[in-house]
């Protein structure tokens, strides 16, 4: 069955550097998403894309943040300038033109040092 | 502004016993409802998803019921296993884009 992928599992970092989270979406899905759980807290929609542009984004998604969709495969989330408060697990989520169902990834792990 | 709310928030029940999850939401102009199992450090499994015109979900052991006029949806889960033990999560989507908001979950540990 297919699956979104992502990568890393778990990335660690210090504050200040740059990281990009990778995903790697169901093929025929056309809606991408992201969205982050910081521990024991709810999951939290960042943002969404579609047809090579971001759709809607929470106010949680500044300037701080991007999304790309660099090929005909991967979708990427850009953070700039890591917080100690941008750790969390972050997770990648695609949907079919048409349904209704979101399939989410199992997350990257980021580690703000 | 919608705000999802999940009771109990823990729960531990003896294997074979059904479970009964519950999910709120304040405001009923949802599009669906979705229930998600998430295990420790693990990503989201979609279990069943529910449209807003509709009353009910079945798929195997587990069944979701929406009342959308009071914000209110249910899952049961029969016969419970120790394989069940899992935090789950409803979610409901407000919006044509697809965003989700979530709830804050309920875990479960069902005990042989």
């Known amino acids: 069955e297919p699956e979104v992928t992502q990568t890393p599992s778990h990335q660690v970092t210090q504050m200040g550097q740059e990281v990009i989270l990778r995903c790697v979406p169901i093929?025929?899905?056309?809606?991408f998403y992201w969205y982050r759980q910081i521990l024991g807290q709810k999951v939290e929609f960042l943002v969404s894309?579609?047809?090579?542009?971001?759709?809607?984004k929470s106010e949680i998604f500044d300037d701080q943040f991007s999304v790309e969709r660099p090929d005909g495969s991967n979708f990427t989330l850009k953070i700039r300038s890591t917080k100690l408060e941008d750790s969390a697990m972050y997770f990648c989520?695609?949907?079919?033109?048409?349904?209704?169902?979101?399939?989410f990834g199992p997350g990257t792990r980021l580690t703000v040092l | 502004k919608q705000e999802v709310t999940q009771i109990p928030a823990a729960l531990s029940v003896p294997e074979g016993e059904n479970l009964v999850l519950n999910c709120s939401f304040t405001?009923?102009?949802?599009?669906?409802l979705q229930w998600f199992r998430q295990d420790p450090g693990k990503g989201l499994t979609s279990l069943l998803l529910?449209?807003?015109?509709?009353r009910e979900q079945t798929s195997g052991r587990l069944n979701a019921s929406l009342d959308k006029s009071s914000g209110r949806s249910t899952l049961y889960i029969a016969a419970s296993q120790p394989g069940d033990s899992a935090t789950y999560l409803c979610?409901?989507?407000?919006?044509?884009?697809?965003?989700?908001?979530f709830g804050a979950g309920t875990q479960v540990v069902v005990t042989p």
């Open positions: 989520a695609s949907r079919q033109e048409g349904a209704d169902t979101q399939y």
């Open positions: 093929s025929n899905h056309l809606y």
């Open positions: 894309f579609y047809n090579n542009e971001i759709s809607e």
């Open positions: 405001d009923s102009a949802i599009y669906n």
């Open positions: 529910i449209q807003s015109s509709q």
């Open positions: 979610a409901v989507r407000t919006d044509s884009w697809g965003k989700l908001q």
